[in-house]
């Protein structure tokens, strides 16, 4: 299996599986120098580590990385940082028997078809557990960027939506959902006790928001900065779809109201009036906050019986059990925040060395 690795210059390559014994990553092309230390890392990973809430997967992780090279005297040393991560509260057994069954909605089936061979066990490499490598990555990423602050919020679930008037970003790190709309909030709550209860599950939206990026990363035709974005919010598991600025919704729109006049401000630098285009025009950062959100489709491990085959190709019906996220949105956020962060500073760094 190719295909483990992203980034140019700043490069992570991720490795393990959900039931396996440990997960990491190595992150290849951080510059030397920068003060970091697992506490730095920690802070992300805690944010999305499983079982902080009734609301996730109870299983049970401390996600404590080590940082196993590219770190000496507490400041990198532009070497490769290998991090790892112990897998400590597996249940292989809850898999036992669907071991032969391929889960609807799951890549059981495509994982099978391209290479024989899957490992079963809470679906092996293709699980959401992998992403808390990337949140690993994300951490030294934003030690890459300095200035640069990349934040994400839930901003729906299901077909419920915050109230924008509402955003308090201080609120996204004070209830259980990333929110950023403390009375929606609550109401998310009785939403997900009745998912969770029927054994069911919902899909969520998220929207990361970067700030004080500088008009000029990114590059034209093939290095876009919006396209980069979304191909790495796109890897993210069960990620369906992904927009940039008003996305979908600027089809909608005349020429005149979807364009972002320019004008000087007091200082003498360019004043937006609007942010239609999320901060990113031809491909290049304008200077504005740059803006992205990305659909997560309900998880696919549920309790109720769902028609599919097995390895023989008999049908059959199927019921996941164990623990499972019944809105493995809620947990994307950080994870979104990540791969914003991982593309912003191989950007920064390929426009660093382009343009000096």
Same mark, same amino acid.
């Not at 078809?113 to 951490?139: C, N």
């Given at each position: 299996?190719?295909?483990?690795?992203?980034?140019?210059?700043?490069?992570?390559?991720?490795?393990?599986?959900?039931h396996g014994?440990?997960?990491?990553?190595?992150v290849?092309g951080?510059?030397p120098?920068?003060a970091?230390?697992?506490?730095?890392?920690?802070?992300?990973?805690?944010?999305?580590?499983?079982?902080?809430?009734?609301?996730?997967?109870?299983?049970?992780?401390?996600?404590?990385?080590k940082?196993?090279?590219?770190?000496?005297?507490?400041?990198?040393t532009?070497?490769?940082?290998?991090?790892l991560?112990?897998?400590?509260?597996?249940r292989?057994?809850?898999?036992?028997?669907?071991k032969?069954?391929?889960?609807?909605?799951?890549?059981?089936?495509?994982?099978?078809?391209?290479?024989?061979?899957?490992?079963?066990?809470?679906?092996?490499?293709?699980?959401?557990?992998?992403?808390?490598?990337?949140?690993?990555?994300?951490a030294?990423?934003?030690?890459?960027?300095?200035?640069?602050?990349?934040?994400?919020?839930?901003?729906?679930?299901?077909?419920?939506?915050?109230?924008?008037?509402?955003?308090?970003?201080?609120?996204?790190?004070?209830?259980?959902?990333?929110?950023?709309?403390?009375?929606? /909030?609550?109401?998310?709550?009785?939403?997900?006790?009745?998912v %969770? =209860?029927?054994?069911?599950?919902? +899909? #969520?939206?998220? @929207? &990361?928001?970067?700030?004080?990026?500088?008009?000029?990363?990114?590059?034209?035709?093939?290095?876009?900065?919006?396209?980069?974005?979304a191909?790495?919010?796109?890897?993210?598991?069960?990620?369906?779809?992904?927009?940039?600025?008003?996305?979908?919704?600027?089809a909608?729109?005349?020429?005149?109201?979807?364009?972002?006049?320019?004008?000087?401000?007091?200082?003498?630098?360019p004043?937006?009036?609007?942010?239609?285009?999320?901060?990113?025009?031809?491909?290049?950062?304008?200077?504005?906050?740059?803006?992205?959100?990305? /659909?997560?489709?309900?998880?696919?491990?549920?309790?109720?019986? %769902? =028609?599919?085959?097995d390895?023989? +190709? #008999?049908?059959? @019906? &199927?019921?996941?059990?164990?623990?499972?996220?019944?809105?493995?949105?809620?947990?994307?956020?950080?994870?979104g925040?990540?791969?914003?962060?991982?593309?912003?500073?191989?950007?920064?760094?390929?426009?660093?060395?382009?343009?000096?």
């Amino acid at each position: 299996m190719s295909h483990n690795t992203f980034g140019h210059l700043f490069r992570v390559t991720t490795f393990g599986e959900s039931h396996g014994p440990a997960i990491g990553c190595v992150v290849d092309g951080c510059p030397p120098g920068i003060a970091l230390t697992e506490a730095d890392i920690q802070t992300y990973l805690d944010e999305r580590r499983p079982g902080t809430s009734r609301f996730t997967t109870q299983r049970q992780e401390a996600d404590r990385v080590k940082i196993l090279s590219g770190v000496f005297e507490g400041r990198t040393t532009g070497t490769p940082i290998a991090l790892l991560i112990e897998n400590e509260d597996q249940r292989s057994k809850d898999y036992d028997a669907i071991k032969d069954k391929f889960r609807p909605g799951h890549a059981d089936f495509t994982y099978e078809a391209k290479y024989g061979i899957r490992d079963y066990r809470g679906g092996g490499r293709s699980s959401a557990r992998e992403t808390a490598t990337r949140v690993a990555a994300g951490a030294i990423a934003r030690k890459v960027i300095g200035n640069v602050r990349v934040r994400g919020a839930l901003v729906a679930i299901g077909d419920d939506w915050i109230d924008r008037t509402k955003w308090d970003w201080a609120e996204t790190r004070r209830n259980a959902f990333f929110s950023p709309d403390a009375d929606k /909030a609550r109401e998310f709550e009785a939403k997900l006790d009745a998912v %969770r =209860k029927s054994g069911s599950s919902i +899909g #969520a939206v998220i @929207e &990361i928001v970067a700030e004080n990026v500088p008009a000029g990363w990114g590059a034209p035709i093939y290095g876009k900065l919006d396209a980069e974005l979304a191909a790495a919010l796109m890897s993210i598991n069960a990620v369906k779809g992904v927009e940039i600025g008003d996305g979908f919704a600027a089809a909608a729109l005349s020429g005149e109201e979807n364009a972002d006049e320019i004008r000087i401000g007091n200082d003498g630098q360019p004043v937006f009036s609007s942010n239609h285009a999320g901060g990113i025009l031809g491909g290049i950062s304008t200077g504005q906050a740059i803006i992205a959100r990305f /659909a997560v489709k309900p998880t696919s491990s549920i309790l109720s019986p %769902r =028609k599919t085959i097995d390895r023989l +190709g #008999a049908e059959t @019906e &199927i019921v996941t059990k164990g623990r499972h996220d019944p809105c493995v949105g809620i947990r994307a956020v950080p994870v979104g925040e990540a791969m914003v962060a991982c593309v912003l500073a191989d950007q920064f760094l390929r426009h660093r060395g382009q343009i000096g």
